[in-house]
């Protein structure tokens, strides 16, 4: 009875996936619903249609501007427009732009500098490097917008672009990209369920940028004035409370610079060591995995472990001042400088104290080619230095401050996760929308 049972199911299972089948065609651009089509972009809408020179047209007057910079890479929005009288006008400055127009930048498209224009930005002109969007009546602007930033859009650019240092698309490749074209209802049903989830995006995003100036605020607050203090003094770095001491940072820990194991020798790779290198000290407090470990004999051969909480300071590079403390025993690279705090400081309050100083330890490095702050240099950096339970208070203060960061950053992880879900089910039809 039991295989009879289990014959009749997987009958159904099969015939329900033949109907479902039944209910999709196979495309150019994938397998998307029967009622469906696909169109080229240049048949759905204006590409580029206005143009205006600023120089000639009003060389006295102010207007908007919007380059590639004001658009936040995979944002949709337009966070930053330029004001600029028409005589100064850049030379790309030509494109006229009207609300509702979507923006899509031709060059490098994988960063996704896309956005679709709001009613106040209506009469604009942007730079060259957008091609300028304009849907015809059978073309949802918002659905647009969302189709843009899918992967099957994305392929279709990388393998049309051209050129070396700057890969762009020609607007007759533009007008050439295929698009998914539901019923317009449907379009505009997909573009109202992905912008919900684009706002509470947004809405985390602001919650973010509040607190990271809470942040700020706090720790130009603590690092200088501390807690509850009334007499303060002058010194070589600025005002402090008169019981902190100004030290060097060779004076509150050991520093050790990184090095790399030999990368041709199979033996030091590979392991369960972290090896820390720039790229893996993102915003975050604490650097907790890296690209690549190594094993206790590449340890070994390049000198000291890390301990957990040791303070990271990337001091050759780009990117010079970004700071993070160790989540577990690790090695790092010769492009960081190491900080073991000793037990008569908090290396917390230190992680903050030289977070404060990253911008001054930049001015550090010079105009060399590759920056760099030598590890004698680095060494003199001086701190503002508070009494070891005043150190405790402080960190624990912008400790709960990264908490809630912390928070806030994984909840927008899990809301893009679901974004992108959405994303792959409606833009192809796997998952239908009722449209009342």
């Known amino acids: 009875m039991k295989k009879v049972d289990m014959h009749n199911n997987r009958i159904q299972e099969s015939q329900i996936k033949n109907m479902r089948n039944n209910l999709f065609k196979q495309t150019e651009i994938g397998r998307i619903p029967k009622e469906w089509e696909v169109a080229q972009l240049v048949e759905v809408a204006k590409i580029n249609k206005e143009a205006v020179d600023p120089v000639r047209a009003f060389p006295n007057s102010k207007f908007l501007y919007i380059d590639i910079d004001s658009v936040g890479n995979g944002t949709g929005v337009i966070s930053s427009p330029k004001e600029i009288v028409g005589e100064k006008a850049p030379s790309r400055a030509r494109r006229v732009i009207h609300r509702n127009d979507v923006l899509m930048s031709t060059v490098r498209p994988y960063l996704k500098a896309f956005a679709i224009v709001p009613k106040k930005l209506d009469g604009a002109i942007c730079s060259t490097g957008f091609a300028v969007l304009t849907c015809k009546e059978n073309l949802s602007p918002h659905y647009l917008l969302h189709t843009i930033f899918s992967k099957a859009v994305i392929n279709q650019c990388n393998k049309m672009m051209v050129g070396g240092q700057y890969p762009a698309l020609s607007s007759s490749q533009v ?3 295929k698009l998914p ?3 317009l209802p449907e379009q505009q049903k997909i573009a109202e369920i ?8 947004q809405k985390v995003d602001e919650a973010i940028e509040k607190t990271q100036r809470l942040k700020q605020g706090l720790m130009s607050h603590l690092l200088t004035k501390g807690i509850g203090h009334k007499e303060f003094k002058e010194t070589e770095i600025g005002r402090i409370p008169k019981e902190w001491e100004v030290v060097e940072i060779k004076n509150i820990g050991k520093v050790i610079t990184g090095k790399t194991p030999p990368t041709s020798n ?15 000290i993102q915003e975050a407090k604490y650097v907790n995995k890296a690209e690549r470990n190594i094993t206790l004999k590449g340890a070994e051969k390049v000198g000291t472990l890390l301990p957990k909480d040791t303070v990271l300071v990337v001091c050759i590079g ?3 001042g970004k700071v ?16 073991i705090v000793g037990d008569d400081n908090n290396s917390h309050y230190v992680y903050y104290a030289i977070s404060f100083k990253s911008g001054f330890l930049r001015s550090f490095s010079g105009t060399a080619a590759v920056p760099i702050i030598k590890k004698s240099l680095f060494e003199t950096l001086k701190l503002p230095l508070a009494p070891l339970p005043e150190q405790q208070e402080i960190a624990d203060i912008l400790g709960s401050v990264d908490e809630k960061l912390d928070l806030l950053k994984e909840k927008k992880e899990r809301f893009k996760k679901i974004k992108k879900g959405l994303m792959n089910d409606l833009l192809t039809g796997q998952k239908r929308v009722k449209v009342s």
């Open 181 to 183: 074209l539901p019923p």
């Open 194 to 201: 992905l912008s919900t989830a684009d706002e509470a995006i």
């Open 318 to 320: 780009s990117t010079i």
């Open 266 to 280: 199979q033996e030091f790779w590979n392991g369960e060591i972290p090896f820390i290198t720039p790229v893996d």
């Open 175 to 177: 007008g050439k990209i």
């Open 324 to 339: 993070a403390l160790t989540y577990s025993q690790c090695i790092s690279n010769q492009q960081i400088n190491a900080v």
